[in-house]
């Protein structure tokens, strides 16, 4: 199975900015969308952005819209999600997952997880 692991995350002061990489074993990762999702303590996982799989389209969940860019390099399997002007809200461990475009959202399409990258953002 693909194996998914996320790194970049850390400590912010709110308004500043992260850059997250999610890095996948297998070369098939081009061929799929690929979304990130985080999960906030006490809270259900939720949508954060996606990427079609040549990056023609991309999606965001509202609260992130305007601040946060996702994209993927290919020839690196990877995928990347910029984060600007974080906000305390934002913090969250911040996991990426094959998606599945439903909407104008995505869901997560395979059922494990990597380790995630743990973001918080201060005051």
């Known amino acids: 199975q693909v194996q998914l692991v996320e790194s970049g995350g850390g400590l912010v002061q709110a308004g500043g900015s992260l850059r997250l990489s999610c890095a996948a074993s297998?070369?098939?990762?081009?061929?799929?969308?690929m979304g990130w999702f985080r999960q906030a303590p006490g809270k259900e996982r939720e949508f954060v952005a996606a990427i079609s799989w040549i990056g023609g389209y991309r999606y965001y969940a509202d609260s992130v819209k305007g601040r946060f860019t996702v994209s993927r390099d290919n020839a690196k399997n990877t995928v990347y999600l910029q984060m600007n002007s974080l906000k305390p809200e934002d913090t969250a461990v911040y996991y990426c997952?094959?998606?599945?475009?439903?909407?104008?959202?995505?869901?997560?399409?395979?059922?494990?997880w990597g380790p995630g990258t743990q973001v918080t953002v201060s005051l």
């Open positions: 997952n094959r998606a599945l475009i439903v909407g104008v959202e995505g869901v997560p399409a395979l059922n494990y």
């Open positions: 297998e070369s098939t990762f081009s061929t799929y969308p």
